[in-house]
């Protein structure tokens, strides 16, 4: 891999931090030398959008999303792996691969969720999402 790093995606559960727990060992094994941790808001409804301030809006998305990241942020920290921390908004399967791109990392590591249906028994959609956008090698973490 590179020293672009690779992206994570966190939301705070404990599939994410199987995932981050594993990007860490690949930082560990040299396969990559830091580590981005995205936590990716859901997009807001329009109507929502016109009755809220945005300042007000997106300092809520900052402060959510740091709380869904602090875990992972501390996990990096305990394994001494450099770690970078993003919050986003949108469509997360999108912004992942979107970010992914931006930041030039070598590849996205996330979790998988099991979910019903013959589609979602492997990823979750979000992964799903991930998987079928993005150009770059994704490691899913069970």
């Excluded at 404990?14 to 981005?36: D, E, M, N, P």
């Excluded at 942020?73 to 691969?97: F, Y």
Aim: glycine share 10%.
């Amino acid at each position: 891999m590179t020293d672009n790093g690779l992206l994570v995606a966190v939301d705070g559960s404990a599939h994410a931090a199987r995932a981050v727990a594993h990007a860490i060992s690949l930082v560990k094994r040299g396969l990559a030398t830091r580590l981005h941790l995205l936590n990716v808001q859901p997009p807001l409804d329009e109507a929502i959008g016109k009755l809220i301030a945005p300042e007000t809006i997106d300092a809520h998305r900052r402060d959510a999303g740091n709380k869904a990241l602090s875990s992972a942020q501390a996990m990096c920290a305990d394994a001494s792996v450099p770690a970078e921390s993003h919050v986003d908004a949108g469509r997360p399967g999108a912004v992942i691969v979107e970010q992914a791109s931006a930041l030039d990392c070598a590849a996205i590591v996330m979790g998988t969720r099991g979910h019903s249906g013959a589609a979602g028994m492997l990823m979750g959609s979000v992964t799903q999402d991930v998987v079928n956008r993005g150009s770059r090698p994704v490691w899913l973490v069970k």
